[in-house]
Structures are given as structure tokens and as C-alpha cells.
């Protein structure tokens, strides 16, 4: 293991939005890249006011904001300026990635295609992120987890007794699809350094058409490989059941007989197994099947009366698989989460723990301790100065409105 991280040294530039785009940057921050985070003047990424949102825990500190936009510095350009266009260029000269998700009309009227960027720096790598992808009748429309990933691809039909769709988490598929986007720059033929070498070309990082031209598939089809039983099923037969209704599942008294015999036993403390194996009602999988709400009806309470302590120890020691339905309230401490470093220390004093980097390399060492999100635009002075920018230069900028 070197005492490097894989990343160092590189300098990302993150003009993303929300979720999906910034979190790519993160974990690359978090294996050692410089990440600059550039956002447009007035409130910013709009992400910052997510902790706001009613479907988010309600809490003094925005954790949604620190947890996605860590260790990154931020800077404000109004890329509509000519100026500030002049500045993103040069900026683009120094960097070795740019991860951008703005929605297709915005990136061509900004001038943020990988063609328009492209020739800035010949050995830049442009990853894109979008809801739809970026060909198709809706390549263009805007998408977010309720729409392009959650609605789109199926999940929500799953509708509870009422016929209601069922309720989703925040950022379900922005996550994922975030952490599918960090590269390795050596994988894709450009060096770490950033000295560039003859020959050497951009490249797009976004469903493969060529070699060295990929595009982000989208959230929808990321959402068809998370949901890939159900979506296969419907491939393969048109008149598969739609919507799937929600079902309350109890502890079914297993798969076949060997299974049932097992929990059967586990349940033996009030008697209640050995009743359960001679009911006529649950002897096939056909007749639990037939019978499921009767079988939630007698296991519900037996299933409420011992601790999850004992009915973890009687599980575990009859070989059942089972499950803890967790409270979110309760992972900071989850000793297994601790354990394998899902949960991690954080630098920050109002928020002490965090998620860590969804992965791990080997070859590697522990990723950067978390620490806090940017302020808007807090970086801004010191990233211009490293470009050469003036003080005088930097003032007259602002004053045109370039850094809004």
C-alpha cells in the first residue's frame, strides 16, 4: 500500500447541482483530488437548501449540504459574464476533470458542451450526468429521483393498501448514480501529471458509443439495474403483474419444509411453532401463500414479544437469515456500520459523524477525514490569486459582476 492516495494531485472541477453530480466529486475529493466547486451568484446550488426540504430530518446543522460537498473549496463565477466566462476557461486550463449535470439546453446555452469545453484543454476528462441520458425524445427534460429514476423506471407503482405510491427516500438514486461516476485518469489513457503529452485528447466520461466517448446513462436506467428482477420479469413476459401491490411479508415458516422445521423451533418459545407446522392453512408455499394475512395475523404478536437482543440470539442460533428493521436514528452507532467504515469520524464539531466514501482500494490508504461543506463562493479570492489574478484584478471582476 502506498502512502498516497490514488488521486492527488488532480484537480476536479464540479459545476453540478444537487446530488448525483457532487457526489462524484466527493469521493473523489476523498481519494486526494482538489476539488473546486464553482456556483453561480445569489443562493447558489440549490442543494444547500435541501436540509430545508419537509421530506428531510429537521436539524440547526445542514448536514445534506456537509455530507455532499465536503473538503471541497467553492467559488462564485457567472458563467453568462464574459468575464466570468474568461475566468472558468483559464480555470479549465488547470484542471484534469470536470463533472458537470446541468440539463442539455442550459449546458448549450452556457457554452458547457464537451465540445465547447473541449478545446480549452486537450486533456480534460468530461464527465456528464444526466436523468434521461442524452439522446431520445427526452434527453432534454430535467430529471430527479421522483421523476426520472423513482416514477419512470417503476419503483414508485409499488402501491401500499390504499393504492398510494409508495414513499421514497431523499437522494435514493442521486447517491448511487454519484458513486458509479469517480475515475481513475491513468484508466482512460491521460497521466496524473498535469503536463500534457502530444497526442493526448479530451474525453467524455458520460453509455458507451465509441472507445473513449461515454455518456452517463441516466437515471432511469440506473434505476432499471437496481429494480433488475422486477424489470427483467416485465421484459420477459408483457403481462407481468403492474403494480405490484405493497404486501405485508410476515417471518414466512420458510421456502420448504427444513426451513419452516427451523423457525418453527425458534418460535417454540410460547408453543407457537409446533402449532404453526401442523395448521393446514401453511404446510405448501402455495397454502402460505393463500394465507399470508392469517399467518402475519398469528406471528405479529409473537414476533412483538421478545427483545431483538433474544430474537437475534434465537435466529442466529436455528440458522435463520433474518433481518433487523433498522431506525435511521441508530446507524451513527451500528457496530457493524463502524465496524467495515461506513460510519466514520468527521472533522466537524457539530457534526462529528458522517457517511465515509462508498468505496475502498487496497492498494490505498484510508480516504481523507471528512470535514465541512464550503460557504458560497468562500474560495473564491484564493483560487483566482493561484491563477495569477491581481488583487486589483480580482476586485475589478467582482465589481463587473462576474463573480456576482
Same mark, same amino acid.
Do not use: K
Given at each position: 500500500m502506498s502512502g498516497h492516495l490514488p488521486l492527488e494531485g488532480l484537480r476536479v472541477l464540479d459545476l453540478a447541482s444537487f446530488i448525483a453530480g457532487p457526489v462524484a466529486t466527493t469521493v473523489m475529493g476523498d481519494y486526494g483530488a482538489e476539488v473546486i466547486k464553482i456556483e453561480p451568484p445569489g443562493e447558489g446550488d440549490p442543494q444547500r437548501k435541501l436540509g430545508q426540504a419537509h421530506s428531510v430530518p429537521q436539524h440547526p446543522v445542514n448536514f445534506c449540504w456537509h455530507m455532499t460537498n465536503r473538503n471541497k473549496r467553492a467559488i462564485v463565477l457567472d458563467l453568462k459574464h464574459a468575464q466570468g466566462r474568461a475566468v472558468f476557461e483559464r480555470l479549465a486550463g488547470t484542471a484534469d476533470v470536470m463533472v458537470v449535470n446541468f440539463p442539455l439546453k442550459v449546458r448549450t446555452r452556457l457554452r458547457m458542451r464537451y465540445e465547447d469545453v473541449a478545446p480549452i484543454n486537450p486533456r480534460l476528462i468530461y464527465a456528464s450526468m444526466t436523468g434521461y441520458g442524452e439522446a431520445g425524445p427526452d434527453a432534454e427534460q430535467p430529471g430527479f429521483d421522483s421523476t426520472a429514476f423513482f416514477a419512470r423506471s417503476g419503483p414508485a407503482r409499488r402501491a401500499d393498501a390504499r393504492g398510494r405510491p409508495a414513499r421514497l427516500l431523499?437522494?435514493?438514486?442521486?447517491?448511487?448514480?454519484?458513486?458509479?461516476?469517480?475515475?481513475?485518469? #491513468?484508466? @482512460?489513457? *491521460?497521466? !496524473?501529471?498535469? %503536463?500534457?503529452?502530444?497526442?493526448?485528447?479530451?474525453q467524455h466520461l458520460a453509455p458507451c458509443r465509441r472507445p473513449v466517448v461515454q455518456r452517463h446513462p441516466g437515471a432511469g436506467r440506473a434505476a432499471r439495474r437496481l429494480c433488475g428482477a422486477a424489470a427483467a420479469a416485465h421484459q420477459a413476459a408483457e403481462r407481468a403483474r403492474q403494480p405490484v401491490p405493497h404486501v405485508r411479508r410476515p417471518l414466512d415458516p420458510a421456502h420448504h419444509r427444513a426451513r419452516g422445521q427451523a423457525l418453527a423451533r425458534a418460535l417454540q418459545g410460547d408453543g407457537s411453532g409446533s402449532t404453526l407446522l401442523k395448521d393446514p392453512r401453511f404446510q405448501t408455499t402455495d397454502d402460505r401463500r393463500a394465507h399470508a394475512p392469517e399467518l402475519a395475523a398469528i406471528l405479529?404478536?409473537?414476533?412483538?414479544?421478545?427483545?431483538?437482543?433474544?430474537w437475534r440470539k434465537r435466529l442466529r442460533h436455528h440458522e435463520i437469515t433474518f433481518g433487523l428493521l433498522g431506525?435511521?436514528?441508530?446507524?451513527? #452507532?451500528? @457496530?457493524? *456500520?463502524? !465496524?467495515?467504515? %461506513?460510519?466514520?469520524?468527521?472533522?466537524?464539531?457539530?457534526?462529528?459523524?458522517?457517511?465515509?466514501?462508498?468505496?475502498?482500494?487496497s492498494f490505498a490508504p484510508e480516504p481523507v477525514t471528512p470535514g465541512r461543506g464550503p460557504g458560497h463562493g468562500e474560495h473564491t479570492d484564493d483560487v483566482l490569486s493561484e491563477l495569477g489574478y491581481s488583487p486589483a484584478e480580482i476586485d475589478a471582476l467582482r465589481t463587473a459582476g462576474a463573480l456576482g
Open positions: 431523499v437522494a435514493g438514486a442521486g447517491r448511487p448514480d454519484g458513486r458509479h461516476e469517480p475515475v481513475r485518469r #491513468h484508466r @482512460h489513457g *491521460a497521466p !496524473a501529471s498535469r %503536463a500534457h503529452r502530444p497526442g493526448q485528447r479530451s405479529d404478536p409473537v414476533i412483538r414479544c421478545p427483545s431483538r437482543p433474544e431506525v435511521l436514528r441508530d446507524v451513527p #452507532h451500528d @457496530h457493524q *456500520a463502524v !465496524a467495515n467504515g %461506513a460510519v466514520v469520524e468527521s472533522r466537524q464539531h457539530d457534526m462529528p459523524r458522517t457517511l465515509s466514501a462508498p468505496i475502498r482500494m
